[in-house]
């Protein structure tokens, strides 16, 4: 009696964490589709960045490189019906900038003078 109690108790809990998500413990397929989800939207952004397929591929290298390009075509065809002009992006760091002393950016303009 007391053999059948336990193995009835542990199969209860054992059917109960099967199917419980609270653990946080995700499958090869929900992974693998959160993957491919980013991939599409940094296709997406990159697009409406007016960033070229070939720029986003480099600048995200382990991305689903075919999942890129479905956001990247999906937000082309969307931007196109839809009369939309797409934001360039400003890149972070671009090392062809030249750079004053003081490490800002030289806009082409002269230096102010300090006046003593």
């Given amino acids: 009696m007391r053999h059948t109690a336990l193995t009835f108790g542990l199969l209860s809990i054992i059917s109960l964490l099967a199917g419980c998500e609270a653990l946080g413990i995700e499958t090869a397929t929900q992974i693998n589709a959160k993957k491919e989800a980013e991939a599409v939207a940094i296709g997406s952004a990159c697009r409406h960045a007016v960033r070229?397929?070939?720029?986003?591929?480099?600048g995200n290298p382990k991305a689903i490189k075919a999942a890129i390009f479905t956001g990247w075509k999906d937000m082309d065809q969307y931007m196109r019906d839809n009369a939309i002009v797409g934001m360039p992006s400003e890149p972070a760091n671009d090392p062809s900038a030249?750079?004053?002393?003081?490490?800002?950016?030289?806009?082409?303009?002269?230096?102010?003078?300090?006046k003593s």
């Fill in 52 to 58: 070229s397929i070939e720029d986003c591929f480099v």
């Fill in 98 to 114: 030249p750079e004053g002393k003081d490490g800002a950016e030289h806009s082409g303009k002269p230096a102010p003078t300090q």
